[in-house]
């Protein structure tokens, strides 16, 4: 019993996924429904005209059996083949521009998506699956939305026509060849649940290879130093025939299936062969009328052979939706509730306790920043640091307390989403785009003047070595800064942080490259320039001179502040 309503929920849960995923497609395709109503009417009129040309074929074939040639009747023919072949050419054209528009239109917004999730809901995903999710899942949606719903159309406005022709001109051979379409049509609904099975895991092995590939480049330094080439090329070999493997599976069935339609469809065919070759032999029917016989009977079969063809292809486009709608659905952050610039800012952590899965990092943390003061946060590595950034950032949201960004008169505002708009971060690492460094330093400041840059530049310690550059500020940048050093690109990362200019700065082992003289002449640059408050995370003591109170995370998540006096003394 418990087996069966576990099979009901399961059911009644797929079929719930199914509904909205079909009402999701029906909802992003609205803006270009008008485009694929006008490729259907081409479809359609394209569809009118073939079969015109058809019937024109019978009387062209009945005259000439009289000795007999009608001119008129050939003029039809070839003029409708000739309007036929135009009117694909430029369904082609409209169905190629209006595929790739609604495959972007669909990947900026789920694009959209990905930025405005909340961080922790997005980092459940590596990023090579979610980029397979935007090119491989939202072509094959869309390939299938724009071709598949007006080819579905067509299809049955073709079985429909053919079986009305036919039906006119024989009922029992009407009905036997309409007979035969759910007989081959079964073939398909028995390996559904495989072939669905089989789809999504090929998808999974695409995710996996993305995602390898992508760690890979990521990390080619490591990959070259540890000598990894050998075990990366074995654990592609090793996805290869995984994946082969399912592919070998998905092509017997799709073949079994394939072939024991056609089996059907060719019995079909042969036996309405026979049939209209009776009639003729016996005077009921012209040659003209059998050659519609056979054109008619291989139109039903094939229209019902493109049906069961729309049944792989509907599993197909419902796993590419799920996989994308699993992006789509997750919560955004709220960017609600804008305030007001505020100018100087300070900070307050009211009780505030953070948990990673079951580890508590933070517990009952109280925290008071005057507007302008340097902090120096120090702690052992896990200690909860980095969670600490996080919260301020809005990326995480604590289990309990509250914090607020204040001013001077007392004013608060609770972090939130909204609250980055006063803060500028230098997190740990190598963070600049491919591009220029002009590129990468409107990044902080979209109108920066080229003055502007070369003052944050010089303020960062890089004015110097990037006016060495062949090009300057238009100087390319490969990925990951490809050519400068980690101590260069970090500068680079320091002096967009500056142009962006909020009242809070937050450098997160931002000068870990740098050596300690070079670090101190930074650090002593932006101390007496910036006027704002600022965080500086650091495993160098010596660093901490630059800060007005330290403040240090144990290893049981307590936080304890002192005053600099203190620190060294």
């Known amino acids: 019993m418990k087996k069966l309503i576990t099979k009901i929920k399961n059911f009644t849960q797929k079929w719930d996924d199914t509904k909205a995923s079909i009402k999701w497609m029906g909802l992003i395709s609205k803006p270009f429904k008008k485009y694929m109503y006008i490729i259907l009417l081409i479809n359609i009129v394209s569809l009118v005209i073939s079969y015109a040309s058809t019937i024109a074929g019978k009387y062209v074939v009945d005259f000439a059996t009289r000795g007999e040639i009608s001119a008129k009747l050939v003029i039809i023919m070839a003029s409708t083949s000739a309007v036929s072949i135009l009117f694909g050419i430029f369904t082609k054209i409209m169905s190629d521009y209006i595929g790739e528009s609604f495959t972007f239109s669909i990947r900026a917004d789920i694009y959209n998506c990905v930025q405005r999730t909340t961080w922790r809901n997005i980092t459940r995903f590596h990023s090579g699956d979610i980029v397979t999710r935007l090119t491989n899942d939202i072509s094959t949606l869309s390939n299938n939305l724009i071709s598949m719903i007006p080819n579905l159309i067509i299809v049955i406005a073709r079985l429909a026509i053919s079986f009305g022709i036919l039906f006119y001109f024989d009922k029992p051979l009407a009905v036997f060849a309409l007979v035969l379409g759910p007989i081959g049509a079964s073939f398909s609904i028995l390996f559904r649940k495989k072939y669905k099975e089989y789809q999504t895991k090929l998808l999974e092995s695409e995710s996996e290879y993305r995602s390898f590939m992508q760690e890979s480049m990521s990390n080619i330094t490591v990959v070259k130093t540890f000598q990894q080439e050998d075990q990366g090329n074995e654990y592609i070999r090793e996805i290869k025939k995984r994946r082969l493997k399912i592919i070998n599976a998905n092509s017997r069935i799709t073949a079994t299936m394939s072939a024991l339609s056609k089996l059907v469809y060719s019995l079909g065919y042969v036996a309405a062969f026979c049939w209209g070759t009776y009639r003729l032999s016996?005077?009921?029917?012209?040659?003209?009328?059998?050659?519609?016989?056979?054109?008619?009977?291989?139109?039903?079969?094939?229209?019902?052979?493109?049906?069961?063809?729309?049944?792989?292809?509907?599993?197909?486009?419902?796993?590419?939706?799920?996989?994308?709608?699993?992006?789509?659905?997750?919560?955004?952050?709220?960017?609600?509730?804008?305030?007001s610039e505020i100018k100087h800012v300070g900070l307050e952590i009211d009780d505030v306790s953070f948990t990673y899965e079951t580890e508590e990092v933070l517990r009952d943390v109280s925290l008071v920043v005057k507007p302008g003061e340097k902090i120096?946060?120090?702690?052992?590595?896990?200690?909860?640091?980095?969670?600490?950034?996080?919260?301020l950032l809005s990326?995480?949201?604590?289990?309990?307390?509250?914090?607020?960004?204040?001013?001077?008169?007392?004013?608060?505002?609770?972090?939130?989403?909204?609250?980055?708009?006063?803060?500028?971060?230098?997190?740990?690492?190598?963070?600049?785009?491919?591009?220029?460094?002009?590129?990468?330093?409107?990044?902080?400041?979209?109108?920066?003047?080229?003055?502007?840059?070369?003052?944050?530049?010089?303020?960062?310690?890089?004015?110097?070595?990037?006016?060495?550059?062949?090009?300057?500020?238009?100087?390319?940048?490969?990925?990951?800064?490809?050519?400068?050093?980690?101590?260069?690109?970090?500068?680079?990362?320091?002096?967009?942080?500056?142009?962006?200019d909020k009242p809070v700065l937050i450098l997160d082992e931002a000068t870990s490259a740098l050596d300690e003289k070079t670090e101190s002449v930074v650090l002593q640059r932006i101390v007496e320039n910036y006027d704002k408050t600022f965080f500086i995370i650091t495993h160098r003591r010596s660093m901490l001179k630059y800060c007005d109170r330290v403040l240090e995370i144990g290893d049981d998540g307590k936080v304890s502040i002192r005053d600099i006096v203190e620190t060294f003394a």
């Open 376 to 391: 120096g946060i120090v702690g052992s590595s896990g200690a909860g640091k980095t969670t600490l950034i996080r919260l």
């Open 282 to 339: 016996i005077g009921d029917i012209t040659y003209g009328t059998l050659t519609i016989f056979i054109t008619l009977v291989s139109q039903v079969q094939g229209s019902v052979s493109s049906l069961v063809h729309v049944v792989p292809g509907c599993y197909t486009t419902l796993i590419s939706a799920n996989r994308i709608r699993e992006i789509a659905d997750l919560e955004f952050e709220d960017y609600s509730d804008v305030k």
């Open 395 to 500: 990326l995480v949201k604590p289990d309990k307390g509250e914090l607020f960004y204040c001013d001077e008169n007392g004013n608060k505002e609770a972090i939130s989403t909204n609250s980055r708009r006063l803060i500028t971060y230098v997190p740990q690492g190598n963070t600049l785009f491919s591009g220029t460094i002009e590129k990468n330093l409107r990044t902080g400041k979209p109108d920066a003047t080229a003055e502007e840059m070369w003052n944050a530049l010089e303020m960062a310690g890089a004015a110097d070595f990037v006016k060495k550059t062949p090009e300057g500020l238009k100087s390319n940048l490969s990925e990951h800064a490809g050519g400068l050093s980690e101590g260069q690109a970090q500068r680079i990362s320091i002096a967009r942080a500056l142009l962006r």
